[in-house]
């Protein structure tokens, strides 16, 4: 059972730029939610999608936008790359719409620069 | 407001007990959390507790919480050198809410 997979690994843009990263979430799992690791910080939360729908969302410029697809998968989209978007993106999936401790696995992030 | 602290670095020696401590803000929070992240990885899931509980054993794992003073600390028994890592508190209140990760502590294991 392949749990929560993301791509691409790495990634090095420019400023600018616009950047799609992609996240499969869990076997039986309909929820995701995507996050935001700068070097050295915690994890900052962007938005959840849940149902296809944008159910929740951090304090984050319309810069960043999301889609779910049917199958559950999930895109997140940065436009206008600036140098402090430079960090690791983290995907979440549960199942339900539900973050609980016991249900929601991270997979291992996608690193992003930006020159 | 949501706000999670931690220290930001503890050094012990390998069979010592580590305890890492983590300080929240917000009084709604129903559940707390430990993970894991070691380098260049994702994020481990080490043990969580429901905030009407005082304490939760897990192993080498223990999670106190003082829900007065808004404080959890994760101790670990018999620390190990592949305990090193970062760990993070977070917190997340009921239902689908998101997670509320603090900065983080560096702990590192020496032989």
């Known amino acids: 059972d392949a749990g929560v997979t993301q791509s691409p690994t790495h990634l090095i843009k420019t400023r600018g730029q616009q950047v799609t990263l992609r996240c499969s979430p869990k076997?039986?799992?309909?929820?995701v939610s995507w996050y935001q690791q700068a070097l050295g910080q915690g994890p900052q939360f962007i938005f959840q999608?849940?149902?296809?729908?944008?159910?929740q969302r951090g304090n984050f410029p319309d810069r960043f936008s999301g889609h779910q697809f049917p199958n559950y998968s999930s895109e997140l989209n940065v436009n206008a790359l600036l140098l402090g978007d430079s960090a690791l993106y983290l995907c979440?999936?549960?199942?339900?719409?539900?973050?609980?401790?016991?249900?929601?696995?991270f997979g291992p992030g996608t690193r992003l620069t930006v020159l | 407001g949501e706000d999670v602290e931690q220290s930001l670095f503890l050094s012990v020696r390998e069979g010592d007990s580590s305890v890492i401590n983590c300080t929240y803000t917000?009084?709604?929070?129903?559940?707390l959390y430990w993970y894991k992240q070691e380098p260049g990885a994702g994020l481990q899931l080490l043990t969580y507790?429901?905030?009407?509980?005082d304490m939760k054993q897990d192993q080498r794992l223990t999670v106190l919480l003082n829900k007065k003073d808004k404080h959890l600390s994760l101790r670990i028994a018999d620390t190990q050198t592949g305990d090193s890592a970062i760990y993070f508190c977070?917190?997340?209140?009921?239902?689908?809410?998101?997670?509320?990760f603090g900065t983080g502590t560096r702990l590192l294991v020496s032989p």
């Open positions: 979440a999936s549960s199942f339900g719409g539900r973050v609980r401790a016991d249900t929601q696995y």
């Open positions: 076997s039986g799992h309909d929820t």
């Open positions: 999608y849940y149902e296809e729908e944008e159910r």
């Open positions: 917000d009084s709604s929070s129903t559940y």
């Open positions: 507790i429901f905030s009407n509980m």
């Open positions: 977070a917190e997340s209140q009921q239902g689908f809410q998101k997670l509320v």
